[in-house]
């Protein structure tokens, strides 16, 4: 039995082989876009909870909208078998970075500044920026 291949066809198995590890690599960068649609989700979550006075509208968007851009993200991101080697470590931090903002901002915006353009608009892009960096530095990944 002879297992030898010619160099023609051991460099037509190279390219084939770098061709599907770009486009691997290429359908594996989908979390920057996920990290971004979260960003602006956390933008648009704080603005609604801190902006509408009216209990009942402020949570039943809030609710609404957040589970609507889960269930959203979560069916899309399903459909997304690969992903780069080291993601989950590399983006780890953006995603506890936004939390605790999202929680700390709402704990001190609780306390007498709903309604506040001041207070609420500025908040919302610091929760967001966390993931807004983590998308762009994903992308280059």
């Known amino acids: 039995m002879n297992n ?8 037509a198995a190279l390219d084939t082989a770098t061709t599907t590890s770009g486009r691997v690599r290429a359908r594996a960068r989908w979390m ?13 979550l704080v603005l609604v909870l801190g902006l509408v006075d009216n209990v ?8 609404v909208g957040w589970i609507g851009l ?3 993200t979560v069916f899309w991101a399903r459909r997304r078998r690969a992903t ?14 936004t939390s605790v903002l ?3 901002v709402n704990i001190v915006g ?8 001041w207070y609420w608009v500025p908040a919302a892009v610091v929760v967001a ?13």
């Open 4 to 11: 030898r291949i010619t160099p023609d066809e051991a460099k």
């Open 32 to 44: 920057s876009t996920y990290m971004a649609v979260y960003s602006a989700g956390f933008l648009a």
């Open 56 to 63: 009942p509208v402020r949570v039943w968007v809030a609710c």
């Open 70 to 72: 889960m269930v959203a």
């Open 84 to 97: 780069l080697p080291g993601t989950g470590w590399r983006t780890a931090p953006y995603w506890i970075a």
């Open 102 to 104: 999202y929680a700390t």
């Open 110 to 117: 609780a306390h007498g500044r709903q309604g506040q353009v």
């Open 129 to 141: 920026l966390p993931l807004a960096i983590g998308a762009v530095r994903e992308r280059r990944a």
